[in-house]
């Protein structure tokens, strides 16, 4: 199962709570940082930039290194939220949360899509926060 946005909040929490309970947890984060304190924490994590899509290839490949080129699950998880009012978000902000929330989530999904239809299998969930829509 690969996670996306693990470095805190829901995919942190999943991502650990799924390792405990047996789960082969694939978690990612964005920043160098976050996968190093990850893999101190005991997770196996790939970095996966939302906004790179190099990153997004290289940590799929990674994970299908992992796995054995198998994926059973898909957590889209990673994202990030604008708090406030409409006048006050710049478009260039807008658009920068367009990319990562909406934009990598596709493109990481559409290379997803024909490996879970290849091994006949495989479930990806879309996740959103309580400020999401």
Known sequence: ??????????GY???HGLARRGWR??????????????QGEG????????DDPDSIGQALA???NL??????ALFNNGAFGLPG???DLTQASLRAQLETNLLGWHDLTCRVIPIMRRQGH?????????LGP
């Open 1 to 10: 199962m690969l996670i996306t946005g693990c470095s805190s909040g829901i």
């Open 13 to 15: 929490i999943c991502a």
């Open 25 to 38: 947890v694939i978690a990612s984060a964005r920043r160098a940082q976050d996968v190093a304190r990850l």
């Open 43 to 50: 997770l196996t994590v790939v970095r996966l930039d939302f």
């Open 62 to 64: 990674q994970t299908l």
């Open 67 to 72: 796995t054995g080129g198998t994926l059973d």
């Open 85 to 87: 009012a409409v006048e």
């Open 122 to 130: 495989g479930r990806i969930v879309q996740n959103s926060s309580i």
